[in-house]
């Protein structure tokens, strides 16, 4: 169609009625929805996968699972899947080894998550999932060992020392615990 259009450009002699434009732009259309349709599908199972897919637009998601050979390429789009989490820090081998805030606050993570292990390669969602586990196990463990120390060294050394939610988290706990006995 664009072809015999591109021949000659007259819309009177394009748009006859013997050509069948019309149903030919009827087809592309529905042709067009059913892709569409199946898109969305697939969008779906990712994000009912990986639920904080959902914060993404569908260009976005598009976007990640287009490059699912390159790990980094998740990196401009953390913040709207974690809050708290601006980039994570990839080593040379691509493997994951911490997480920072978008203020620089690094926070290293209780285990390496590897995007290239076979289970892991060009599924983003699922190594997605892993950095979610891991993140809530490597600041449980910061608040564990930050509760320890918490009465053994001054507050000023102690909170130099913890990450900004560790020191939020601990500090609500003892407060509470003053505030009941008080």
């Known amino acids: ?14 748009s006859d009625v013997e050509k ?13 929805d059913e892709i569409t349709k199946g898109l969305n599908d697939y969008l779906e199972t990712k994000r009912l996968f990986f639920p904080r897919f959902f914060f993404l637009s ?24 974690f809050e708290g989490i601006h980039h994570v820090q990839f080593e040379s081998d691509l493997k994951i080894s911490a997480m920072i805030s978008i203020e620089g606050e690094v926070i290293k993570m209780d285990k390496i998550v590897d995007p290239e292990t076979p289970n892991n390669k060009g599924n983003v969602e699922k190594w997605l999932l892993e950095i979610e586990s891991i993140q809530w196990e490597s600041i449980r463990s910061l608040t564990i060992a930050s509760i320890e120390e918490y009465n ?5 050394d102690w ?6 939610q560790v020191i939020l988290g601990v500090s609500c706990l003892y407060w509470t615990i003053d505030v009941t006995l008080a």
């Open 1 to 14: 169609t664009m072809n015999e259009f591109n021949s000659d450009s007259n819309f009177m002699i394009q």
């Open 152 to 156: 053994q060294v001054a507050r000023k």
């Open 20 to 32: 069948h434009l019309d149903e030919k732009f009827k087809k592309a259309n529905k042709k067009l």
């Open 159 to 164: 909170i130099l020392h913890w990450p900004a």
């Open 58 to 81: 569908n260009d976005e998601l598009l976007e990640i699972l287009s490059q699912t050979k390159e790990p980094r390429a998740v990196q401009p789009h953390l913040g709207k899947c």
